[in-house]
Each structure stands twice: as structure tokens, then as C-alpha cells.
């Protein structure tokens, strides 16, 4: 039978483990599965505890008979000191981030010394039982070093707190998120959905580069991005560029400070070597992040005339010459074709239209890039070729934001008012997708307009017309008021732009 006192110790430690487990519960919620479980373990070993002081099922001459009994104290033994540890390491010490190896070391010597304690008190030679397993654990040890080896590695891991979980890890190539530290391996999880293990041992081999962490304080990880240009573009050129298009652009997920850069990174035998370094600000969109990196900067080199060289083979069936003038007189058709579409150019006879399409710059726009900024100067007009920007109109202080005043498809114009008068933007516009434009700057357009000044009259009726349209203040105004503000205006236009082309 179990003694009275046995059963009293046993029933004053579980209930302060089942109050310390209530508590944790409590302050914890994702260990109150964890705890109630135990605690219920807890209650059935008590139960049979309980059971065994009142009836004897095994004679007490059999030395079988301690058997039940010392199986269900370890059982009562096991669930107080998982309480009783699970209570010090995640509440009493929860703010010092205690390894969780740390706290299951505690709960397997915790064991070792409660069974030593209870072999000692049925009577057994402890002298023996400690010299017979010192050789049979140093006959253990010797054949399970790898495994050891991975437990001692992942015991210093968590005691030195290298990583923790959650943390960004590069190991032999590898990236991925740590999910798991546990005693024989690390788990990590890459961004294609697969976990890789990885033993402790190999771990405290290698090196490990720990990214988005300094000390405890979460940081950024800097990415690159490599292109190169050709020579026939002076590296103070590209970086011009580059730059100017990351300190404009709004990137998802880019670190706002520091800054993206570019830097000249070196020399090939056909192109000059940059890079593109940026900031991320959530590690799990790395790729996705370069991506749009790359699709910017791409972008940009596009609208300033550079090309990416790459070495190809190319086999044609007609001669070099021939293919470059086809392509052209495509081009030329398209751009025609886009200039009669728009009501602004439609004052202009065929030879102007054809004239004016070959002065059009192809100015490519990535989904985020600004292709004009509230306050800006400007001499140029964009022609939306392809896709689809959003005006915004910049609060008057820098909390107020932006706010979206309209958005135009292709095809379209917007900043018509510095091609005709040189007036700085009044709006910011933002590619909402890939978009094509066609720059007309204030050169290409000069000698039009100086050959036929009656232009200035006809496109400021358009203008104006337009800006009328887009005007709140005149929806209240009767057709006749609206009519004479707008003739109005065309006429404060056509001196303005006899006066930026010099016609007067």
C-alpha cells in the first residue's frame, strides 16, 4: 500500500503546481493547452495514488508489489515539474527570454534526481547502479558522438542565444526563417515552402550570418542588385539616373532611410559594373522586393536612353539596314496614329503630325515611378501611350498627404502646361501599372509652332477647355458664364505662349 505520508507530499506539491498552472494559463495563452493537459495527467496519477493507499492489488511480499506505486509518483512527479519550471521560465522570467532548451534540461535532471531519491528510498544499492552506468554511458557516449554532438550544439546554441526563432539566417547558401531549435537540429523555412533541417553539430561548424538582427534590435537587410552598362555611357551619367529614381520612387517594402543608392561597382570587358543597394524592411519579400527593384531601375535606364548590353547571336534573313527602316516606319505610323488621337494635336496638318512624332522621346514608367512632381520645373509634355497613371495633389503640409484628384488612361497628355509656358507641375503623377509615355520637351516643338504662331491660339482653346472641364468652381456658373471664363483663359494662354516661344 502506499504510505499516508507519501500520498500527502504528493497531494501538497500537486496543488501548488495546479495553482502555478491556473496562473500560467492565465498570463499565457498559448501554454494553456500545454497546461491543462498536464494538469489533468497530474490528476489521474493522484487518483491512482489514492487508489493503491486503499486496496493492496499485488501482495506485499512481492518485491513487484512498489512497482505501481513508484510508476505513478513519477507520473504525479513529471507533470510538477514541468508546471513548476514552465511557471519560472515563461512567467517569472518571461522578460529575460529564457532559452527553452534551459528549461527542458531542468525537467530531465530534475527527473534523474527524483529517481535516484526514490531508488534509495525502496532499498536499492545506489554504489552499484552508479558504477554499472558510468560504463554503460561512457559505451553510449562513445557510440552516439554525432548524436551528442548535435545535443551539445544545440544546448550551446540556445544557452549563447545565437538565433532565435523568427530570425533571417544565410548558412552555406542557404536563406531562410529559423521555425525551430530543438536539441538534436535546427529547422529553417525558405521562402519556396520548404524546411530545411539542419544537425546542431553542423551548425556550430559553419558560418552563419544572421540578417535583419544587431544585438537584439531588428534592423533592415541590405540587399544589392547588379546591371551593367555600356562604355558608351560615363559612369557620373548612369549613377545620375539611378539615383534621381530612387530618391523619387515609392517602393513597397523599401526602407525609406537609409536611402537606396547606386555605386559603380566595376569594369568589364563590355559593360561597367553598378550596383543598386537598398534597404528591406520585411525579410520574408526578398525576392519579390528585387524584383520591383529591378523593374524600376530597368525603367529608369529605359526613359534615359541607356541599354543593358548582353552578348547574343542574331541570324537575319534581310540585311541589318532594311529591318532598322522597317521597324521605323512602324514607329513612325504608331506615333502618328497616337497624335491624331489626342484633341490637343488636332490643329496639325500631316507633315506637322509627322514632324512633331519624330521628336518624341519613348519614356517607359514602372507602377510606382513618378513621372512628374508638384513643383518641379518643367518645358515637356508626356503623351500616354500605354497604361495608366493617377494625379495626385500634394497637401500644403507634409502630414496632409496626397490626394488623388483623378486618374487617365492611354491614350492621354498630361503636363501640357510646361510644353506650352514652361509653368512648374501643379500635380504629382504616378504610373499605376507598365506604362509607356512619349516626352515632348519644349525643342522638339519649337519649330512648329515658330513656323505657324496660329497653333498658340487653336491649342489654348484646348487647354483651356480642358482645364474648365477639371474646374469645380465653374459647375455652379451658367453655359454662358463658363464660355467667357473659358475664352478667358484661352486668351491669358495664348500670351503666355507667344511669350515662352518667343513669337511676340
Request: net charge positive; proline share 4%.
Amino acid at each position: 500500500m502506499v504510505e499516508t505520508i507519501t500520498l500527502q507530499e504528493a497531494l501538497g506539491f500537486s496543488a501548488v503546481a495546479l495553482l502555478l498552472g491556473l496562473i500560467t494559463a492565465r498570463f499565457r495563452p498559448e501554454l494553456r493547452r500545454a497546461q491543462l493537459v498536464t494538469m489533468f495527467i497530474i490528476v489521474l496519477g493522484l487518483g491512482a495514488l489514492a487508489l493503491l493507499s486503499r486496496f493492496q492489488f499485488i501482495p506485499t511480499h512481492l518485491a513487484i508489489a512498489v512497482i505501481p506505486r513508484e510508476i505513478c509518483l513519477l507520473i504525479v512527479a513529471l507533470g510538477n515539474f514541468r508546471i513548476y519550471i514552465t511557471f519560472l521560465v515563461n512567467v517569472l522570467l518571461a522578460r529575460r527570454a529564457v532559452p527553452r532548451i534551459l528549461g527542458e534540461v531542468a525537467i530531465a535532471v530534475s527527473l534523474a534526481v527524483f529517481a535516484l531519491v526514490r531508488l534509495d528510498a525502496v532499498g536499492v544499492n545506489l554504489t552499484s547502479i552508479i558504477a554499472t552506468t558510468t560504463v554503460a554511458g561512457a559505451a553510449i557516449a562513445f557510440a552516439m558522438q554525432s548524436t551528442l554532438g548535435n545535443l551539445m550544439g544545440g544546448i550551446s546554441l540556445q544557452l549563447d542565444n545565437t538565433y532565435r526563432i523568427g530570425d533571417w539566417v544565410e548558412v552555406d547558401g542557404l536563406t531562410g526563417e529559423v521555425v525551430s531549435i530543438r536539441w538534436r537540429y535546427t529547422a529553417v523555412a525558405t521562402v519556396t515552402s520548404v524546411t530545411i533541417v539542419i544537425p546542431n553539430a553542423e551548425l556550430m561548424k559553419s558560418k552563419v550570418t544572421l540578417l535583419g538582427r544587431r544585438g537584439d534590435e531588428r534592423v533592415p537587410w541590405r540587399r544589392r542588385i547588379e546591371f551593367g552598362i555600356g562604355y558608351e555611357w560615363t559612369p557620373g551619367q548612369v549613377l545620375a539616373v539611378a539615383s534621381a529614381a530612387l530618391e523619387r520612387v515609392e517602393i513597397p517594402l523599401v526602407a525609406a532611410k537609409p536611402m537606396a543608392h547606386c555605386v559603380c561597382a566595376g569594369f568589364d570587358s563590355s559593360a561597367i559594373k553598378y550596383v543598386v543597394y537598398y534597404w528591406l524592411t520585411d525579410l520574408k519579400a526578398y525576392l519579390e522586393t528585387d524584383s520591383r527593384v529591378r523593374v524600376h531601375v530597368y525603367a529608369a535606364l529605359g526613359r534615359a536612353g541607356m541599354e543593358i548590353p548582353i552578348s547574343r547571336s542574331d541570324l537575319y534573313l534581310h540585311s541589318a539596314r532594311t529591318m532598322a527602316a522597317t521597324m521605323g516606319v512602324s514607329e513612325q505610323r504608331s506615333r502618328v496614329a497616337l497624335l491624331r488621337s489626342l484633341e490637343l494635336f488636332a490643329p496639325l496638318t500631316d507633315d506637322e503630325t509627322h514632324a512633331l512624332a519624330t521628336q518624341l522621346t519613348p519614356t517607359p514608367f514602372a507602377p510606382s515611378d513618378i513621372a512628374t512632381k508638384q513643383g518641379e520645373p518643367s518645358d515637356s509634355l508626356y503623351i500616354l501611350a500605354r497604361g495608366e497613371v493617377a494625379i495626385f495633389r500634394d497637401g500644403e503640409h507634409p502630414k496632409q498627404g496626397r490626394k488623388l484628384l483623378a486618374k487617365l488612361a492611354a491614350p492621354a497628355f498630361f503636363g501640357e502646361m510646361g510644353l506650352l509656358t514652361g509653368q512648374a507641375r501643379t500635380a504629382t503623377i504616378i504610373a499605376e501599372s507598365e506604362a509607356l509615355c512619349y516626352r515632348l520637351d519644349k525643342r522638339g516643338f519649337e519649330a512648329i509652332i515658330q513656323a505657324r504662331p496660329e497653333l498658340a491660339e487653336a491649342m489654348s482653346r484646348t487647354v483651356a477647355a480642358r482645364q474648365a472641364a477639371n474646374d469645380a468652381t465653374l459647375a455652379s456658373l451658367s453655359a454662358e458664364a463658363r464660355a467667357q471664363a473659358t475664352g478667358t483663359r484661352a486668351g491669358e494662354l495664348v500670351r503666355k505662349i507667344r511669350q515662352f516661344f518667343g513669337l511676340d
